[in-house]
């Protein structure tokens, strides 16, 4: 069966860094773009990042530029790395697996919280 793990989310200081990480098993995972998605308190889902299958980046202007993500097609991985963090990047992250067929989100993870402390 399909599952996505991520792990990596934790308390950092303003300004500070985390690497999110995404473990993904029962498909194959170098077929299928991959989206980071968080939300935040009392607000509604917002996608961070997205990789295609060519390893084709997309952000979100509020993370372009501080926000990396990367795909490890050996490894079934999938990974955000988040530099420079604010506030507001507070929340919970999760991985999904996009379906573009269909243009939806077939799959998600159990979700990481991060918190942004000042």
């Known amino acids: 069966q399909v599952q996505l793990v991520e792990s990596g989310g934790g308390l950092v200081h303003l300004g500070g860094s985390l690497r999110l990480s995404c473990t993904a098993s029962?498909?194959?995972?170098?077929?299928?773009?991959m989206y980071w998605v968080r939300q935040a308190p009392g607000k509604g889902l917002e996608w961070v990042s997205a990789?295609?299958?060519?390893?084709?980046?997309y952000y979100v202007d509020s993370v372009k530029g501080r926000f990396t993500t990367s795909r490890d097609n050996a490894k079934n991985t999938l990974t955000l790395q988040m530099n420079e963090l604010k506030s507001e990047d507070t929340a919970v992250y999760y991985c999904?697996?996009?379906?573009?067929?269909?243009?939806?989100?077939?799959?998600w993870g159990q979700g990481t919280q991060v918190t942004v402390s000042s």
């Open positions: 999904a697996r996009f379906v573009r067929t269909y243009y939806f989100f077939d799959y």
């Open positions: 029962g498909f194959t995972f170098s077929n299928k773009w």
């Open positions: 990789i295609d299958i060519d390893g084709g980046t």
